[in-house]
């Protein structure tokens, strides 16, 4: 492929959100953690929950302190390689990113302080506040950045200011932009996603520990209420694939069309791949496996509904079939696997051997890379699938470059940031395996709560100068 300005930049912007989605999600589904465990521990006040909600606040601070780094850089790359996009884009983006600002980001970074640094120096209920809005902030900021997001799938509550390169869509209804038609189906199947990376994530470490013989009494609690967790969401996820894939069909069903490989509309019903290649040339998926009149059936509930195909539109307004349909694929597998070892552990767990399954418990160990696939693969279906456009209907992808930025200089760009990528990721993998071998501190050493008074803070210095 030609090493052009537009390959080059979207290969870039591809390869720091994709990165930067490593951290979202799970910050996401610890802090929904972090409020559940800490919670138990309030209403219980036992010592052990107090341990396990301090081990994963730490693990949650660096997550965090990652997702700021690396979502400040695409804020950039909109001005720098997409210029014309964020002045077309401005005045919808201005109001949902300043949201988040002021929903969102300050609301997070306000409270983690206290999260993280706050156990011994505030009261359990102002502490366990502080970690509902942290969480809470996590929450807000998914929702603006996915409501933008969904903007540019279905964009609605808009008219068109300007004409050619001075055009720009300016918001006439804000509550139409927000509740467009993807916007709720979306946010929930990425909270959903988010809460399944941050329960198998959770599980992979009780499950080391467990495997290992280490903190055999938090290893259990942290997997019990990991597993429950997991279980209503790979559980509320197949509710969710199904109401996103029906709204895919009415909105945007080219999308669904290339997500599928499905080329040519008939007169009957319409198969469901289950695999395959597609080819795009010869408009058929080779070496496919197909369930008869399915698709007819998951979008329309009835078999005799033929599905549009791609052949409906222009070959130009095709997206590039291949990679949204192995990427969709990718992913429902995934999920139908989530949701299987989640149910199989809750059969385990309620006839009381969750915990002596060896070979259950080394899926779990391994199952969190599968849950950071899946995200990945549901962003990679998602943007992918709306090419050619950048805003679906209104502006091609091609036509929202930056006409003054040089494909040498992006090139240069994707090498630093290859090289600085590279070595956060290290650094990132080397605190959390740090953090997660170290493990939760002794339940025993947490059981009584320091003194804060002044009383208290005078005896401690008169035992250090002793």
Not at 21 to 47: A, D, Q, S
Not at 450 to 461: D, I, R, V, Y
Request: with cysteine.
């Amino acid at each position: 492929m030609e090493l052009n300005v537009l390959f080059l930049s979207r290969l870039q912007f591809a390869m720091t959100i994709m990165f930067h989605y490593l951290f979202p999600p799970l910050t996401i589904g610890l802090g929904m953690l972090m409020v559940l465990v800490e919670g138990l521990y309030l209403r219980t006040g036992k010592p052990h929950y107090h341990a396990i909600a301090r081990f994963w606040t730490r693990l949650f601070a660096v997550n965090f302190a990652m997702g700021v780094a690396t979502g400040i850089v695409m804020e950039f790359e909109f001005g720098t390689n997409w210029a014309t996009y964020s002045r077309y884009v401005g005045d919808v983006f201005g109001s949902a990113l300043a949201s988040e600002g002021i929903f969102a980001f300050f609301l997070e970074s306000g409270f983690l302080g206290v999260v993280v640094f706050g156990w011994d120096k505030v009261s359990p209920r102002i502490h366990y506040f502080a970690t509902c809005m942290v969480a809470l902030g996590g929450f807000f900021s998914s929702v603006w950045i996915v409501i933008a997001n969904s903007w540019m799938q279905t964009p609605r509550g808009y008219h068109i200011v300007g004409q050619g390169l001075k055009a720009r869509a300016e918001i006439t209804d804000f509550w139409a932009m927000v509740l467009n038609p993807s916007s709720l189906d979306r946010l929930v199947h990425t909270w959903l996603g988010a809460f399944l990376l941050g329960g198998f994530f959770a599980m992979s470490v009780a499950s080391y520990y467990l495997l290992r013989g280490r903190h055999i009494d938090l290893s259990r609690s942290m997997l019990s209420i990991a597993l429950a967790f997991t279980t209503f969401s790979a559980t509320a996820m197949l509710f969710s694939g199904d109401s996103n894939a029906r709204m895919v069909a009415r909105n945007q069903p080219v999308k669904l069309a290339a997500l599928e490989g499905h080329f040519h509309t008939g007169t009957g019903p319409t198969p469901l791949y289950l695999f395959g290649f597609p080819d795009q040339t010869g408009e058929k998926v080779r070496y496919g496996v197909a369930l008869p009149g399915m698709l007819s059936f998951l979008v329309y509930h009835r078999f005799d509904r033929p599905v549009p195909g791609l052949d409906q539109v222009p070959r130009e307004d095709w997206p590039p079939v291949f990679i949204p349909f192995q990427a969709y694929h990718i992913m429902i597998g995934l999920g139908t696997a989530f949701l299987g070892l989640t149910w199989i552990g809750v059969f385990f767990w309620w006839r009381g051997t969750l915990f002596e399954q060896r070979w259950l418990l080394r899926l779990y160990v391994v199952s969190v890379s599968g849950a950071y696939l899946a995200n990945q693969c549901g962003w990679v279906t998602a943007e992918v699938g709306r090419q050619p456009w950048i805003v679906y209907g209104l502006l091609r992808t091609s036509l929202a470059l930056s006409k003054s930025v040089r494909a040498n200089e992006v090139l240069a760009s994707i090498l630093m940031f290859m090289i600085v990528y590279s070595l956060l990721f290290i650094v990132w993998v080397y605190v959390m395996n740090d953090k997660i071998q170290h493990g939760p501190d002794d339940p025993d050493s947490l059981s009584a709560t320091p003194t804060t008074t002044s009383e208290g803070l005078l005896n401690s210095a008169a035992d250090r100068l002793s």
